[in-house]
Nanobody, 116 residues
Framework: QVQLVESGGGLVQPGGSLRLSCAASGSIFSINDMGWYRQAPGKERELVAT???????QYADSVKGRFTISRDNAKNTVYLQMNTLEPEDTAVYYC??????????WGQGTQVTVSS
């Protein structure tokens, strides 16, 4: 069993920045993909950014140029640097990890609120 613990959410003004972190622990076999998803009130969960163990990345069009995903494989930790935040970025952000076995894990979510 793998546990994902997120941190770094909070309230920020438009144009501000936040950095989310997600650390994986437990019976980790080998994590391939790690990423961030978000879910705003009344909307479906959507992909924000993902990264493979080799460092390839993928971003939602809405965050390209503003968000950067990175990971520390030795620490099984993934980060999301969010700059130039907009009210539309307000959501619960979830960390996701996929093991080489295909097992899929989710964090508990962290709230990000962008408001003046």
């Amino acid at each position: 069993q793998v546990q994902l613990v997120e941190s770094g959410g909070g309230l920020v003004q438009p144009g501000g920045s936040l950095r989310l972190s997600c650390a994986a622990s437990g019976s980790i076999f080998s994590i391939n993909d790690m990423g961030w998803y978000r879910q705003a009130p009344g909307k479906e969960r959507e992909l924000v950014a993902t990264t493979t163990s080799g460092g390839s990345t993928q971003y939602a069009d809405s965050v390209k140029g503003r968000f950067t995903i990175s990971r520390d494989n030795a620490k099984n930790t993934v980060y999301l640097q969010m700059n130039t935040l907009e009210p539309e970025d307000t959501a619960v952000y979830y960390c996701n990890a996929i093991e080489a076995t295909g097992a899929d894990y989710w964090g508990q979510g962290t709230q990000v609120t962008v408001s003046s």
